[in-house]
């Protein structure tokens, strides 16, 4: 695959030059080689033209793609290359096509704020020591998780494993980890603790406050993959804003995870490059079958941003069927 250059087009689409967008997130962008094709854009854009310098040349290519970047692409539900860019790399600095309010209209109704509920209450003022390895006590991740599931769930989620270190309830484990990323839980002379501005939004605006700032450290500092068993694709991540979109947009109707994962995949067929096929799954399967996890399931969900109906198997469900929740559209404003 060629390389690209620093002062080529970037390949996200964005309509700047590679050095001054994605150079060094190369990572958590799918690569190049789906989206050639450019030198025969240029090709087709200066057929038949004549030009009296290199410069006037640069200058119509340069203006020729402007245009292009700015026209809506189907694949990237009616965006353009221009947008796609910013919803990819800045999506909380663009409020020009979405926004995230500070404090939500709506009481956020979720499982993350379920837990988090729970373990401010166990720290409490007097805060709370942890375990040698830092974690939380062994008894108190077992009350939680009473309380957050119910006894028949309780006995349910803990029939083959009990639960004997913070770890084993990955929820919660999730939760104050993500919680201490936000600042709202901290470490302080060996003890759990309430962070300052954890306990001033508490006591004025509540969860309503506190949601929006647990949720913006989840995508921009919790790593999505920790424990997942999924391959590394961190473009999952970094296109969060387009997977809510998609939500916001094809919501209102229950849908099965994979109309999701295909128009995702639609949008960025990329990914699937490098990943080889095995007699259990084809790249799709795989891709999708992370998706459907990663970002349906651990996030949307998770988030309080979807209601999933599962059919067959709890665990391994024969089908997964979509649906937004109004939380959904008071977490993040679209204006695109």
């Known amino acids: 695959m060629e390389k690209v250059g620093r002062n080529d087009p970037c390949p996200c689409g964005s309509g700047q030059k590679f050095k001054k967008c994605c150079l060094g997130k190369e990572e958590s962008f799918p690569s190049r080689a789906a989206a050639g094709g450019f030198a025969d854009e240029l090709k087709e854009m200066v057929d038949g033209r ?12 340069g203006w020729q ?6 026209q809506g692409r ?45 373990l401010l209450d166990a720290i409490g003022d007097e805060g709370l020591k942890p375990t040698a ?18 006894e028949e769930g309780y006995r349910e989620v803990t029939q083959y494993s009990g639960i004997n270190i913070e770890p084993d309830f990955p929820e919660l484990h999730v939760t ?25 939004l508490r006591a004025t ?31 999952l991540q970094s296109s969060f804003l387009f997977s809510l979109l998609l939500l916001s947009r094809h919501g209102d109707q229950q849908r099965a995870d994979s109309f999701y994962c295909e128009r995702f995949l639609a949008a960025f067929p990329m990914l699937l490059e490098g990943i080889p096929a095995n007699e259990y799954f084809t790249p799709q ?52």
Request: proline residues 6%; aromatic residues 12%.
């Open 205 to 235: 605006m509540g969860n309503r406050a506190l949601y929006p700032v647990l949720f913006e450290a989840f995508v921009r500092r919790y790593e999505w993959g920790y424990q997942d068993r999924c391959p590394d694709f961190p473009f």
């Open 285 to 336: 399967k795989l891709v999708g079958g992370c998706y459907s996890l990663r970002v349906l399931e651990r996030f949307a969900e998770f988030f309080g941003l979807v209601e999933i109906e599962r059919v067959g198997n709890r665990i391994l469900p024969d089908l997964i069927r979509i649906r937004k929740r109004p939380l959904l559209d008071e977490v993040v404003k679209f204006r695109c």
């Open 133 to 150: 390895t830092g974690n939380l006590p062994r008894n108190l991740c077992r009350d939680i998780a009473l309380s957050f599931h119910g």
């Open 50 to 61: 004549s030009f009296r310098s290199l410069k006037e040349a640069e200058a119509y290519i």
């Open 176 to 200: 104050r980890l993500v919680a201490e990323m936000a600042g709202l839980v901290r470490k302080y002379r060996g003890r759990f603790i309430l962070g300052k501005t954890c306990r001033t």
């Open 65 to 70: 793609m402007a245009r292009k970047n700015r």
């Open 74 to 118: 189907a694949e990237f539900e009616g965006l353009s290359s221009e947008q796609m860019g910013k919803i990819l790399y800045a999506p909380f600095d663009s409020p020009q096509l979405a926004i995230f309010p500070r404090e939500l209209a709506l009481e956020p109704e979720a499982p993350v704020m379920q837990l988090l509920d729970l």
